[in-house]
């Protein structure tokens, strides 16, 4: 009798084929490093003995047996949501690993993530944090199945979910009243981000002085410096915290973004489909 493939075991060899270290695929599938080692090697003596990676001090990568392996993997779970989605009469079943810059998930994840468990409460979405600039490799890599990603023209393509205007944020109402002299102070995300050059890029269009006093992609720092009053930051319209206010004149107007859904594979599992439907649907009027 042929042993069967455990479906736990296949899923985690493709998020390891795909991520490329061991380590990450234990905090993906929320095991050990060790446990996902074992399951490894419980997949490759269920197929033979075969050798599924070769394994180096920094990573694995996939043997000749593995990349042949991998497509059924992935057809083979692919069609196991599909049956289940459509025969148990249960809804689907799942997991989704989401990627989106941290200011989206602040002002628009918590009520996505609660309409769609009402409907779906069977499917698993685990959250990957990271600025635009740095979803698209793992999106390549298939370390993420989608994203919420920025672009700098919300009228730059026909699949705009959303428009999100940038908007200068600071710990009182005017400019005026921050008392900064001829040069403004400005905390801003590190520099590859359409924040930051886009507050850059208006600043010196309009001759205004300034210097960045502090630049981090973490916007729970962006705020925290924003509060004290010791500089201003720019951040996307929802994402402004009650205590902060939006700034107008003379400060330069902002762009806005354009949110797009992007994907980590042209086939996708019903999972996946359904939140990206979930996200088109309610994200633009949150």
């Not at 993997?73 to 599909?82: F, M, N, P, T, V």
């Amino acid at each position: 009798m042929q042993p069967s493939l455990d479906l736990r075991l296949l899923a985690t060899f493709i998020r390891a084929a795909h991520s490329g270290t061991l380590s990450a695929t234990a905090i993906q599938v929320g095991r050990t490093q060790s446990a996902v080692t074992m399951q490894i090697q419980r997949l490759e003596e269920a197929l033979g003995g075969q050798s599924l990676f070769h394994r180096s001090g920094s990573g694995v990568r996939l043997t000749g047996s593995g990349e042949r392996f991998l497509g059924y993997a992935e057809r083979i779970l692919k069609l196991h949501d599909e049956a289940v989605s459509v025969f148990s009469g249960k809804g689907l079943h799942g997991s989704i690993i989401f990627g989106s810059p941290e200011d989206y998930l602040i002002a628009f994840f918590p009520t996505l993530l609660k309409s769609f468990g009402a409907i779906y409460p069977d499917v698993e979405i685990k959250v990957v944090s990271a600025p635009t600039v740095e979803l698209h490799p793992l999106l390549r890599a298939r370390q993420i199945d989608l994203a919420l990603v920025s672009i700098p023209d919300a009228k730059a393509s026909k699949d705009v979910v959303r428009a999100e205007p940038l908007v200068w944020v600071g710990s009182k109402p005017t400019l005026e009243l921050h008392d900064f002299g001829d040069t403004v102070p400005m905390a801003l995300p590190a520099s590859n981000a359409m924040d930051h050059r886009a507050a850059c890029d208006a600043m010196a269009r309009t001759g205004l002085r300034f210097k960045i006093s502090y630049a981090s992609n973490s916007i729970a720092g962006l705020i925290g410096v924003a509060r004290s009053g010791l500089a201003i930051s720019v951040m996307t319209q929802e994402a402004v915290p009650a205590d902060l206010f939006i700034l107008k004149a003379p400060l330069p107007s902002l762009p806005q973004l354009g949110i797009l859904i992007a994907f980590a594979e042209e086939e996708r599992s019903p999972a996946i489909e359904a939140f990206a439907d979930h996200i088109r649907r309610v994200l633009p009027s949150l």
